[in-house]
């Protein structure tokens, strides 16, 4: 009997011992197809990109040569004023806001001039780049405007200040530089407005989806701050 149990025992242990390495050697042959098969989709031609171009409804997609590159949307000449005249219309705006550090001591001015300069700085930035990658100029040409010095060149703009504004806003401190500073901006910000909704009336323009993103977001930017404006001034906003 004794032989007999520990016999039994020892086919047990045997069984056991070969559905545990069964078991090991079925793992391990999982992982390796696994782990195997993105190393060699991997080592296939890794330098060789693939374009594949989405087909019309119905029709099937097509894979193009890798030195295909993407092409950008076309453009209309109004796009290529607008960003080059928002350029100028944000610089005078960022001018503005540099002057509250030294003019006023109103910490909630403070907070909005830094917001405004910061977000006006990056859209310049971004007008700048979407000028660039098309190969137009940053600034409006002069030479198509013959006899138009730059401060009529700013009044194209809408809601600029003027010189005369502009300085007046810099002999002004505390209060009676807030009450300007705040009129102005409200001016400056509304002329934005005119000057998007301008190029959406216009037939053609606004199509480029970059362009597009960056005007609705600025329209909406403004719009706000021209609230927060109007309610600093203790006016009911629009």
């Not at 006006?120 to 138009?148: T, V, Y």
């Not at 362009?211 to 600025?218: A, C, E, G, H, R």
Request: one cysteine or more; aromatic letters at 4%; hydrophobic letters at 40%.
């Amino acid at each position: 009997m004794k032989s007999f149990h520990f016999k039994r025992q020892d086919n047990l242990r045997s069984v056991t011992r070969g559905g545990k390495c069964r078991t090991r050697m079925a793992a391990a042959s999982t992982l390796a197809v696994l782990f195997g098969l993105p190393v060699c989709a991997q080592q296939t031609n890794p330098a060789t990109p693939v374009v594949v171009q989405p087909g019309a409804p119905g029709q099937p997609t097509r894979t193009l040569p890798p030195s295909t590159r993407a092409t950008l949307p076309p453009r209309s000449p109004e796009d290529v004023k607008f960003m080059q005249g928002m350029i100028m219309h944000h610089a005078q705006a960022v001018e503005m806001t540099a002057l509250i550090e030294s003019h006023t001591e109103n910490k909630d001015l403070r907070l909005l001039g830094a917001r405004i300069s910061h977000s006006q700085s990056e859209e310049i930035k971004f007008m700048q780049r979407w000028l660039e990658a098309r190969g137009e100029q940053i600034s409006l040409p002069m030479d198509n405007m013959p006899g138009m010095d730059m401060s009529s060149h700013q009044m194209l703009m809408p809601g600029m200040l003027t010189p005369k504004q502009m300085d007046a806003l810099r002999k002004a401190k505390g209060a009676e530089f807030d009450q300007l500073f705040l009129t102005g901006m409200i001016q400056h910000h509304s002329g934005a407005l005119i000057m998007v909704k301008d190029l959406f009336d216009t037939a053609g323009a606004g199509q480029d989806a970059e362009l597009f993103n960056f005007t609705t977001d600025v329209d909406s930017g403004q719009r706000a701050e021209i609230r927060i404006m109007q309610s600093m001034l203790g006016e009911k906003p629009l």
